[in-house]
């Protein structure tokens, strides 16, 4: 299972990079979602991948940390408003510049 998963991951983040890297606003977003997903689930991945284990500190027993628990929960939260204010930075570009494209730079006209 953990080979499945950091293949998962892995994935996510080859994808996102590639994504990062287009000219096109759209797909940088794209790009920074997928990413911030793939560190999310590499941060859940640190609190080991145990199944049917108490969430909590039971003595003599594993248990799941539920440290990054909460650090990937405070994570999606950050990371649904940087999307919404990257989203709002990316239409204003395209009505400033009549483009979508992020390498666009705009001339000073006087």
Do not use: C, W
Not at 19 to 30: A, G
Not at 90 to 101: C, I, K, P, Q
């Amino acid at each position: 299972m953990e080979v499945l998963y950091a293949l998962s991951v892995g994935m996510l983040t080859a994808a996102g990079v590639y994504l990062l890297l287009e000219k096109r606003s759209v797909f940088v977003v794209l790009g920074l979602m997928i990413l911030s997903y793939a560190v999310n689930l590499f941060l859940f991945a640190m609190g080991r991948l145990h199944t049917n284990k108490p969430p909590l500190a039971d003595l003599g027993t594993q248990f799941a940390d539920p440290l990054p628990q909460a650090l990937v929960l405070t994570a999606i939260v950050i990371g649904f408003a940087m999307t919404a204010f990257v989203l709002v930075l990316a239409l204003h570009g395209r009505v400033v510049s009549e483009s979508d494209r992020v390498d666009v730079i705009e001339e000073e006209s006087e």
